[in-house]
């Protein structure tokens, strides 16, 4: 499943994001930063929306204020109305929606994204590939600078779209299993995932294990479980009952990657739900790094490692947790 934090085209209309990052080692032991790279900031062509150091300067009641007006703005196209539309016509419910779409016209444009082509790309998927790709090599950073050994170890790719983690995964010799709920993600991957293994011939590329199946019906034990752009799918409550049961798969490592959800990434996402169009096809859900951590403490788990990415169309946090009990970092 996708996919990249949240996609927010038309923002670009309303006002300039903050740069794209680069990707630095820090100075503080199991964090995961990102530092934007020094430029101009392109001019805006509305001063609707606040900055990000506009919001942090506003009284609380001016940013609620601020909030309130979005808010009543987005409320007049209704796009939750427009979303339980979509839900219904695909089954009734969040799931059927998601799959509906990753099997139509999400494949043909995730796969778009995901891919290595520029013709016929715009911008705005660009960027996404991009910061979808950083979420992929920090999660692959941080396996690979743990004391696990890769080569041997079982991972669940939970979510495995076209095979964008789970390729490099097989590569470096783990026993990988690949599901999404999308047969026509996973036949992508299947087919990347053959390319990939006749190009290295002799290495130790395991070829990853398939299969067509939601989150939910996941089951097994794996030293290794990752879950990258998955959870905006899911509502608060149902993404804490989802970590509960990831981490209920893992021994080691739990991979998980979501959207933040703050005021100023929250008003960004409910700005966007004013322009309809095919990358608004399902809802797209925040969640608050307070809630991911505190589903992780009621399984058992805790988060030894953080990162965040964001680019200009993408954002997302980047949870590495290990079991309480570990005394391993």
Sequence with gaps: MARAGVSTAPLSRLHSLPPRPSLLHNTQPNVLLLRPQQRKAPATTAAALPTAADLSELSLPAAAAAAAALAAAVSLSDPERRRRAQAEAAGGGDKEAVRAYFNSTGFERWRKIYGSATEGVNRVQLDIREGH?????????????????????????????????????????????????????????????ALAQATAPGSTFRMPR???????????????????????????????AMIRHLASLADKRLLISFAPRTLYFDILKRVGELFPGPSKATRAYLHAEADIEDALRQAGWRVANRGFISTQFYFAKLFEAVPVASSSS
Excluded: K, W
């Design 210 to 240: 398939f299969e067509v199946r939601d989150l939910e019906s996941l089951e097994g034990r794996y030293d290794v479980v990752v879950c990258l752009d998955v959870l905006i799918h899911y509502p608060r409550e149902e993404a804490r």
């Design 133 to 193: 790709a950083q979420t992929v090599a920090a999660a692959l950073s941080m396996l690979r600078d743990s004391p696990l050994e890769l080569s041997g170890a079982t991972v669940c790719d939970a979510g495995c779209g076209t095979g964008s983690l789970a390729i490099p995964l097989a590569a470096d010799g783990a026993d990988v299993l690949a599901s999404d709920i999308s047969a026509a993600m996973v036949s992508e991957a299947q087919r990347q995932a």
